[in-house]
């Protein structure tokens, strides 16, 4: 059998115009030869495209093509195409010059009609798959697959989306609001009691993770978190309950603002309980200052007993050498554990000086002292360092509080590791790390449609 695909396009005055776009011929009936192949389903999505592309840029011109003030005809100075880029083919849409009416004597002598609705060289839908898929996978695997099922053309290549998905970030970029020192939060503490009661607490865990960084220059540290919902008084909310955000600190300039707009997006209030909970690293810690007027800054429960833990593992050492000393050793790790979580911070502080000492005696003839020694003295600056954030985990934790985020962990993962660190070869710029965190993180809390529909209005409009 045969079969021709033809498109009609009825114009306002009904007037029709018609274009094959494919013929398909079958011989014998065989899985492979059911329906039609990929190859031609690309032909005809790309067939169906050029005509109507062609069609309403035509209809668009001609209605363009009368003068508003007096009905005369304008008359062409050049004829131009533009590319522009769909999932369907790239087109080659008519972008001609014409000379300014005769009735008119103002402003410039030429002008052209489409830049009206021209505006760039990518259609939204591409940009957007593009931004979606190069947010979850590398930029080469993009292009592989869009080749593979849609006619995007040859010319698409890994550099092309990686500059569409950076135009796009950027462009989220310049959405968010002036960075601020101080309160972020207008108005005073009386005008907030009036507020309605908040949903429950949010709690915010902020951790790092490490990527490559091009061009030699070792790795950097990128920031990723999670800020989450305790609950919701109207269940039936549409905001989602938590939010994963993620920046490159030596490159970003706005992170407090960047912080406080998703925890907007989240419904926070300035009655709101807020807790920060990250392991205690300065940069963390300044940019949580003064975002929310009754937070409450916490040590992760979670990144003391990481220390601990390894403190342990590096005393097993000195109790093969030394099994008395070591067993001892280790005891007090396990009390310094015990007076941590119930916020003993001055005791663990003395007991740790003292363990310290003790191990002094020995270091010079013993290296795995040695070893335990200078451990011990990292983990007892870092919390001295972080004393004021230290509280009685314990007691929290007896009262359903959080005391800890390990969620944050799989988040930093997922934020980051998945996409950025998988291969050893990815390299990353500061910008170009930052940048895709931010379509990345759009994407993981399924936000990037509405972004889209913001910059796009009738992009993929909610059908009923
Ligand atoms: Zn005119």
Redesign the pocket.
Known sequence: MKARVEVICIGPDGSEQRQGVLAIERQELAMETLGMSLAEGKILLQGVQDFVVAQQVSQDLEQRRV??????RHTSKDNGNTPVKTLFGPMDVPNPRWNR????TDGPKTFRPTTAWLKGRTSPEMLYLETNWASLIPFAKVVGLLKQVLPVGDSLNPETVRSHVQATAERIEQELGEERQLNLFEGVEEDWEQQPLPDGPITVGIDGGYVRAAHKQGWFEVIAGKSVVAFRRAEEGEVSSAKCFGFVQTYDQKPRRRLWELMKSQGMQENQQVVFMSDGGETVRRMQEYLHPFSEHLIDWFHITMRLTVLQQQTKALQEERPQIGGAVSKQVESVKNLLWHGNVEAALERLGNLIMDLDLIRAHSAAAEKVAGAMAEFETYIHNNQEFIPNFGERYRQGETISTAFVESTVNQVVSRRFVKKQQMLWTLRGAHLLLQTRTKVLNNELDEVFRRWYPQFRVKTA
């Open positions: 003068c508003v003030h007096c009905g005369q009416c005769a009735c008119q």
